[in-house]
Structure formats: structure tokens, C-alpha cells
């Protein structure tokens, strides 16, 4: 996977440990198949909480573009369509 997320002008300023989760987050949702990815969003954010990382909704929304990178159309109409299942039970 590419690191150009990396230089996303959102970026600018967010805590290392927060950039630290979004790589990990970026490498793992890489090799994520889309049905993987409410489950794998859901124990990432359980994870992110229980760290004490508290991300806002710009933060989170660079996250999601993150992880639709290298992703097929398809595969980011159904991301799109979980992150507003998430959006929804949160």
C-alpha cells in the first residue's frame, strides 16, 4: 500500500498516536475483503476508545478515505453503505 495518504493536508497536526492508528488502520483495512470491513471498523473503534484515542469527524472522516484507497467502486459504494450503518448504531 502506498503512504501518499500520508501526506493529506487533514493530516496537518493530528496527534502521532492517532497517525500511528491510522497506519496501522491503512495496512491491515488493505487487505481487508469488503465484508470484513464493518467488523474490522467496529473492533477498530472499540480499539481507539479503549486506548483513550477520541477522534473527531474530520479525523474520522480522513480514516474512512484511507481505507478506500486502491478499493474498486463497487467496494467503496458498499464502505460507504457500512459507514452509514455505523453512523446509524452509533
Excluded: C, Y
Excluded at 474498486?72 to 450503518?85: C, H
Aim: aromatic share 4%; charged share 25%; no cysteine.
Amino acid at each position: 500500500m502506498s503512504d501518499d495518504w500520508r501526506n493529506n493536508p487533514r493530516l496537518a497536526g493530528m496527534d502521532q498516536s492517532k497517525l500511528d492508528m491510522l497506519q496501522n488502520l491503512a495496512q491491515q483495512g488493505s487487505t481487508k475483503g469488503i465484508n470484513d470491513m464493518l467488523p474490522f471498523l467496529m473492533g477498530a473503534a472499540a480499539q481507539g476508545k479503549k486506548g483513550g484515542l477520541k477522534f473527531n469527524a474530520n479525523e474520522i472522516s480522513t480514516i474512512i478515505e484511507v481505507l478506500k484507497m486502491g478499493k474498486s467502486p463497487e467496494e467503496i459504494q458498499r464502505l460507504d453503505r457500512i459507514v452509514n450503518l455505523m453512523k446509524m448504531i452509533h
